[in-house]
T-cell receptor, first 111, second 117 residues
């Protein structure tokens, strides 16, 4: 079955770059997502990448995909205190619309 | 982007009672909606897929008689937690695929926090 893994915690200083890593097992993954969840809130889609892409950049966010190694990363440039949240990596395989989530990485930004 | 709402946003109930949670797609139609639950400091676990006009599909280990799902219209799915117990306390989140974006994106509701005393 599908499995998505990510580290639990990351701490960075304000202004530095943050890199959150994720690995997945399903080779048929079509879409890979990064969601942000602030305390007590729902999920906010940050960005997603198609499996036939290597990189996607959107303002401060850069997503890198290594399909061979099934590795996905999210880089946040110039990290701000408002970026403190839990970041979920998720994947969706093929046309079936079930999304499988990782456990989430808690990003702590130190002022 | 498309908007999904949930009601209520939080609910506290006594053990043994039933609680209904609504999930609405506000500006688009959703023939499929998904219900997730999230325990503290844990990931989202898919509970079931709600299908308009047909029975919901439940994930393994989820009791369909305890978590009743009704997809009454193209914009509304409800999850009823029957005979709730303290272990059912959790954060319940629904989502719907965005019609305009095809099946690329899932739009999530803000979640409902259920506390069973």
């Amino acid at each position: 079955g599908e499995d998505v893994e990510q580290s639990l915690f990351l701490s960075v200083r304000e202004g530095d770059s943050s890199v959150i890593n994720c690995t997945y097992t399903d080779s048929s993954s079509t879409y890979l997502y990064w969601y942000k969840q602030e305390p007590g809130a729902g999920l906010q889609l940050l960005t997603y990448i198609f499996s036939n892409m290597d990189m996607k950049q959107d303002q401060r966010l850069t997503v890198l995909l290594n399909k061979k190694d099934k590795h996905l990363s999210l880089r946040i440039a110039d990290t701000q205190t408002g970026d403190s949240a839990i970041y979920f990596c998720a994947e969706k395989a093929g046309g079936y619309q079930k999304v499988t989530f990782g456990i989430g990485t808690k990003l702590q930004v130190i002022p | 982007g498309a908007v999904v709402s949930q009601h209520p946003s939080w609910v506290i109930c006594k053990s043994g009672t039933s609680v209904k949670i609504e999930c609405r797609s506000l500006d688009f139609q959703a023939t499929t909606m998904f219900w997730y639950r999230q325990f503290p400091k844990q990931s989202l676990m898919l509970m079931a897929t709600s299908n308009e006009g047909s029975k919901a599909t439940y994930e393994q280990g989820v009791e369909k008689d305890k978590f009743l799902i009704n997809h009454a219209s193209l914009t509304l799915s409800t999850l009823t937690v029957t005979s709730a117990h303290p272990e059912d306390s959790s954060f319940y989140i629904c989502s719907a695929p965005g019609a305009l974006a095809g099946d690329n994106e899932q739009f999530f509701g803000p979640g409902t926090r259920l506390t069973v005393l």
